[in-house]
Nanobody
Framework: QVQLVESGGGFVRPGGSLRLSCEAS????????MAWYRQVGGTQRELVAS???????NYADSVKGRFTVSRDNSKNTVYLQMNTLNAEDTGVYVC???????????????WGQGIQVTVSS
């Protein structure tokens, strides 16, 4: 069974920084795309950033130049460095990975539980 666990969220003042981490555990064969989504209230999750297995990255326009996504394949972990945070960055950040587990014949999407990030003065 595969699980994703996020860490690093919390409260920060505008202009501050946070670094989120998400580690996958379990019987994993391969990990493809890793991504971070943000959800605010009952709204639909929006893609914040993603990184492919060849480390090509993609960002939402609202975070370009401020956020950096990276991965450590040896640790099955994806990171999101968030700088110059503002109130609009507040939300629940959810990790997503496309994983090919051992003992299966297909790729599947896995999601973390989500972690709260609050930016407020």
């Amino acid at each position: 069974q595969v699980q994703l666990v996020e860490s690093g969220g919390g409260f920060v003042r505008p202009g501050g920084s946070l670094r989120l981490s998400c580690e996958a555990s379990g019987t994993i064969n391969y990990i493809g795309v890793m991504a971070w989504y943000r959800q605010v209230g009952g709204t639909q999750r929006e893609l914040v950033a993603s990184i492919t297995s060849s480390e090509m990255t993609n960002y939402a326009d609202s975070v370009k130049g401020r956020f950096t996504v990276s991965r450590d394949n040896s640790k099955n972990t994806v990171y999101l460095q968030m700088n110059t945070l503002n109130a609009e960055d507040t939300g629940v950040y959810v990790c997503n990975m496309r994983i090919f587990p051992l003992g299966t014949l297909k790729w599947s999407d896995y999601w973390g539980q989500g972690i709260q990030v609050t930016v407020s003065s």
